[in-house]
Each structure stands twice: as C-alpha cells, then as structure tokens.
C-alpha cells in the first residue's frame, strides 16, 4: 500500500522569534530523564542509483523494529520529489526502550553506509503537545499526508514560541482533514521543536497552512507567518515504504 506524505524542515526562525512580544511566559517543564514515550527521528539519504537498493535492505530493520519490545509508533518515508531522500520515526515507552534498540540503529547505519551520500542524523525527542492514536497508526485511509517540521529558534524565544506552537496544534486538530498535530522537544536542545503532522490529504493540508496565521494570537503572528513559509519552501512528497 502506498501513501503520498510530505517533508517539511523549518529551521533558523531566530529574528522572528526575538521579535515576539517579552511578556512573561510560564517556561515549559523539562521532561525528567528516561521519561517516555520517546520520540526518535532519524533523517538519511542515499545515492539516487542506489536508493531501491536501500529500501531493499531497510524494509527487514522496519519489521522488525515495528515488533520490538517497548516500540510504540513506527513510519519509514521515502521523499517522492526526491526518492533518494528518506526519513525514520519510532516512538518508544522510555528511554531504555531507545537504548535498547540503539544496537539494531547502528547496524541499519553500518549496513547502510556504503550507500549513503549524507550521514544518518538522529534526534531523540519527547512529547509537549501529542494527542490521537499511534504515529503510523492514523485513521482515515485514502493517501495520507505526513508533514515533518522542525523549528529552531534562539532559547529567549523558546517559551513564547512553545506556547505558539501548542495553540497550532490544538486548533489545527480541530481542522477537518486532521489526523495527528504533535509538538515534540528535541533532548538537549529545548529551543529545537519538531513538528509531526497527519492529514487526510495534500489539500487539506494545504488548507490548513493557509488558515493557520489567523489562529494565533496578533502578537505571534509574524513568527506564524514565517514557518509556514519556510514550511512551504522546502515542503517535499514522501512515500511510506511499506
């Protein structure tokens, strides 16, 4: 079965979020170490010639992780504008369940390596905003649409965009269409703030896009503004390889 997907990788919006009002924010709770679940996201890409080659030996890694003790959420993209480009998400329990299976990672990198033209880029994450079933597990059917965001601002902008970004995802699931908005915060790096969506479909995520500036408040629109932009630009079709 194949589903139509889409990767965004939103990054540096560093001037527009100093430039967010300097009201006092309530600063968002650390998450306490080996707390779970854990959201793990690896990004790849291989040479274009040897790219089915590497579906070839990934598809056996994909099955197998999907059957693994503590393994809660699993999606293997591909990028169809690009088929050379790929993109991991598992989610786990705890962070023994991550380290657990770092071993079965490394070998997936190792084997992989001979063909890769980028090396593997992992980032383990936990959830600040994550409601609706398992990621992968989406109801609707028909060709769904990931979107893949990660934003990075400058850490004094950090909880006045955390804020921002969970008012996003709380009216972006009422958007018909919708099937997950999770806002996610990177270990160590708690101004880096990926972004994992769900739609029905292409148009209703475009749809979404257009509306969102309208849904946040005036103050924080311009930031808004610029990640759906930066959003927009570098936005590409994946599709899920099993």
Request: hydrophobic share 45%.
């Amino acid at each position: 079965m194949t589903a139509r997907h889409r990767f965004a990788l939103v990054i540096g919006l560093m001037t527009a979020a100093m430039s967010l009002s300097a009201a006092a924010q309530t600063p968002a709770p650390a998450p306490a170490p080996n707390a779970g679940p854990v959201y793990v996201i690896t990004f790849f890409e291989t040479g274009a010639a040897t790219a089915a080659k590497a579906i070839a030996q990934f598809r056996p890694y994909a099955a197998a992780t999907r059957k693994q003790d503590g393994n809660q959420g699993f999606l293997a993209l591909q990028e169809i504008a690009r088929p050379s480009r790929f993109a991991i998400v598992e989610v786990w329990r705890d962070k023994p369940a991550v380290e657990a299976h770092a071993a079965a990672l490394a070998a997936l990198r190792d084997q992989l390596q001979p063909l890769l033209t980028s090396p593997f880029d992992t980032r383990t994450n936990y959830g600040l905003s994550v409601a609706g079933p398992a990621i992968g597990a989406e109801p609707g059917g028909g060709n769904p649409v990931y979107v893949l965001t990660h934003v990075d601002v400058f850490p004094p902008g950090k909880d006045q965009t955390i804020d921002l970004l969970k008012q996003l995802a709380d009216a972006s699931r009422k958007e018909s269409g919708n099937l997950r908005f999770d806002v996610l915060q990177q270990e160590g790096r708690a101004n880096h703030l990926p972004l994992v969506e769900a739609w029905r479909d292409e148009g209703a995520e475009r749809t979404c896009a257009r509306r969102a500036h309208a849904r946040v408040p005036r103050e924080a629109r311009a930031i808004a503004r610029r990640a759906l932009r930066r959003a927009a630009l570098h936005a590409s079709a994946l599709s899920q390889l099993d």
